[in-house]
């Protein structure tokens, strides 16, 4: 099977019959995350009512494939979910079919999603691509990555700007300041790193967008 994935095209999302599932039921499309910005967003799930949380869920539907035996990967919303399964385990969430896989055979989907590049096949050290069988079945097996926490810092602080048009953008940054000479620090204090990535992202946004990976 191949270990890279091939063009990112992903389809518009339907807004009409979407599909409330449990979140528990969603298999990831990348390896790792970055707990920061799930602590962070766990903790403002904590602050509403469940009618609060599936309103604003309404409104942002987790893009997702399915096959024909009924499995789903979601194909976005990582971050978002795992803080919401933090908060409650027995959530769910509103969800549209961009992709209708025909096979039963997990290895088959994950091929094929792979193709389509719809899959991040790199650990929380950075290795790979690695075999799309290694990614987990549920949110909860995702790595933690603190280059993903840092730059989600960095966007969060207006030092890197959302581009939809480039898919894993904060993979892509986090890759590249994994290269840089930075000090020593995790997800959970991102403070001995942040001084130096912001003086390299302001170089580097300088130069005329994300780096090349």
């Known amino acids: 099977m191949a270990q890279t994935s091939g063009p990112f095209e992903l389809p518009p999302l339907a807004r009409q ?6 979140i528990s039921r969603l298999q990831p499309t990348q390896l790792c995350l970055g707990l920061a910005e799930v602590r962070s967003r766990a903790k403002d799930f904590a602050r509403e009512t469940v009618a609060e949380r599936l309103r604003y869920l309404r409104t942002r539907p987790v893009p997702v ?3 024909s035996a009924g499995e789903y990967w979601m194909i976005d919303r990582h971050h978002r979910l ?19 896989l025909e096979g039963a055979s997990r290895t088959h989907c994950l091929e094929e999603l792979n193709r389509r590049g719809w899959l991040y096949l790199r650990d929380s050290e950075g290795r790979g691509p690695l075999p799309p069988e290694r ?5 909860g097996g995702l790595q933690d990555d603190p280059f993903r926490s840092l730059v989600w810092k960095l966007k969060q602080e207006g030092l890197i700007r959302a581009q939809p048009q480039v898919p894993f953008l904060e993979f892509h940054w986090g890759s590249w300041l994994r290269r840089q000479n930075l000090p020593a620090f995790g997800s959970m204090d991102l403070s001995p790193a942040l001084p130096e990535a912001r003086r390299l992202v302001r170089g580097q946004t300088g130069q ?3 780096p090349a990976t």
């Open 82 to 100: 795992r803080a919401l399964v933090e908060v409650d385990s027995s959530s769910t969430a509103f969800c549209s079919v961009v992709l209708e």
């Open 135 to 139: 990614l987990p079945v549920d949110l």
């Open 65 to 67: 494939a399915v096959s």
């Open 17 to 22: 019959d979407l599909l409330e599932l449990p």
């Open 208 to 210: 005329g967008g994300p």
